[in-house]
């Protein structure tokens, strides 16, 4: 396994237009997060799954976002209308628990919105 | 409200000598404390954890003290190398709730 994938690396759209990002977790881990993070800021939690089931949504995460993982394996992340403030970079990371150790990022999808 | 806090942006130390990075907690309910080491252009990458039963963890050069009645812990790297130079993230747990991270230290080792 080669750990956890983010497709793509960057994307840059413009203003209203709507993106999705990909991630596929490390396979037999069933908890999959989806954080955000923009500059000088730490990673802000949006979102998680325990395989299909949506668990807990962030308030930061307003009805232009959507998260889907079918079948409990990969996940997308879609934004509507995106605005200039979607513009961060957005973290997929998953875990079989948290706990002693933590969970396991993938390198992060770069929105930039002009 | 920022429940972690990592109140100094930035560090600078000296190749060899001990990095010292703090981390604050507001939630007494936090059970897990864990740190990221994160580069430009990557995801953050798991570095070392404690217990909230422990009040230390070491791991080679990383060693992270907790403080519980004082709602602290600091991340040590001894000695600190060029290869150590990144952004440290503090993150707490409770239970299997996701994460909540500090703002960073971006940690820079001078040769």
């Known amino acids: 396994d080669t750990g956890v994938s983010q497709n793509p690396r960057h994307k840059i759209t413009k203003r209203g237009q709507n993106v999705t990002f990909r991630c596929d977790p490390i396979?037999?881990?069933?908890?999959l997060y989806w954080y955000r993070q923009t500059l000088g800021q730490g990673p802000e939690f949006l979102t998680y799954f325990q395989n299909e089931a949506q668990l807990e949504k962030s308030r930061l995460l307003s009805d232009r976002f959507s998260a889907e993982r079918p079948k409990g394996s990969f996940s997308t992340l879609e934004i509507q209308r995106t605005e200039q403030g979607d513009s961060a970079m957005y973290l997929c990371?998953?875990?079989?628990?948290?706990?002693?150790?933590?969970?396991?990022f993938g390198s992060g999808t770069r929105l930039t919105v002009v | 409200d920022q429940q972690v806090k990592q109140n100094s942006p930035s560090l600078s130390v000296q190749e060899g000598r001990i990095s010292i990075l703090n981390c604050d907690y507001t939630?007494?309910?936090?059970?897990?404390f864990l740190w990221y080491k994160k580069y430009p252009a990557e995801g953050p990458t798991f570095l070392i954890s404690?217990?909230?039963?422990?009040d230390k963890n070491e791991d080679g050069r990383f060693t992270v003290f907790l403080n519980k009645s004082a709602k602290h812990l600091s991340l040590h790297i001894v000695p600190s190398q060029p290869g150590d130079s990144a952004v440290y993230f503090c993150?707490?747990?409770?239970?299997?709730?996701?994460?909540?991270f500090g703002k960073g230290t971006r940690l820079s080792v001078i040769a």
């Open positions: 404690i217990s909230s039963i422990k």
């Open positions: 396979s037999e881990h069933n908890r």
């Open positions: 993150a707490a747990s409770r239970g299997n709730t996701p994460l909540v």
């Open positions: 939630n007494s309910m936090f059970d897990y």
């Open positions: 990371a998953s875990s079989l628990e948290v706990g002693f150790y933590g969970y396991t």
